[in-house]
């Protein structure tokens, strides 16, 4: 279970991250004591963990302003989250335990098949996409026998699109037919990628494991871009 100033850096991250407060905005401790009901020792500490993360940064004199991540912020950040995943894969790839992470990965590539195959990307799938992504990107990370490649990622999970297992959708895109076959199309072939992963892995293929795996992160690399 999160500390209270934790789960208060959470909710005020996510409010700068979708724009409720401008770049360059004061942050007053007052008004987010008032907006989430809590006191000025969880707001404090809130906010120091937000000027670590970059979020935000000590203003002139006293308190904080808003410092919203630039999409150069997220190529960068992507391009470090690739590297560390590819890594996790060959490690993953070495370990001894491998096969007892195995079956996760596994069902999670059956169920994104699934679920693709039901031909429609609405809310409902993109929820069970994006959970299953997750687990299939997570347990890498957890399974690799190096905590540090996983603490390193959770230090950027703030970012938009970062998050481990995080899938861009542009709901623009997939309000026409045309737009939803390419996003399905998109998606089979970032599945059709943890196929080869997976296999790379159980196969002891610690090579191929990385290098399809930093292919994978670049897929998100050129979307953004």
């Not at 707001?43 to 937000?50: G, H, S």
């Not at 997939?174 to 199309?185: A, D, H, K, V």
């Amino acid at each position: 279970m999160e500390s209270i100033d934790t789960e208060l850096a959470t909710r005020i991250r996510n409010d700068i991250v979708l724009g409720k407060y401008a770049e360059g905005e004061r942050l007053s401790e007052t008004q987010l004591c008032a907006t989430h009901e809590v006191s000025r020792t969880p707001v404090r500490l809130a906010l120091r963990i937000l000027e670590s993360e970059g979020v935000i940064q000590r203003g002139e004199g006293r308190g904080y302003r808003v410092q919203i991540p630039t999409v150069a912020d997220i190529l960068r950040a992507v391009q470090v989250r690739g590297h560390l995943e590819s890594l996790a894969a060959r490690l993953m790839a070495q370990s001894a335990d491998r096969d007892h992470h195995l079956p996760k990965m596994a069902g999670a590539i059956e169920t994104i098949e699934v679920l693709l195959g039901l031909g429609r990307i609405d809310e409902p799938v993109i929820h069970k996409l994006r959970a299953q992504n997750k687990i299939f990107h997570s347990t890498i990370l957890d399974a690799c026998g190096n905590d540090y490649v996983s603490l390193t990622c959770k230090q950027i999970r703030h970012l938009p699109m970062l998050a481990v297992g995080s899938m861009v959708f542009d709901k623009g895109v997939l309000e026409t037919p045309e737009g939803m076959e390419s996003g399905i199309f998109r998606l089979k072939i970032g599945n059709a990628q943890h196929q080869v992963i997976y296999e790379a892995i159980k196969s002891g293929d610690a090579i191929r494991a990385e290098s399809m795996m930093r292919e994978h992160a670049n897929v998100m690399i050129e979307y953004i871009q």
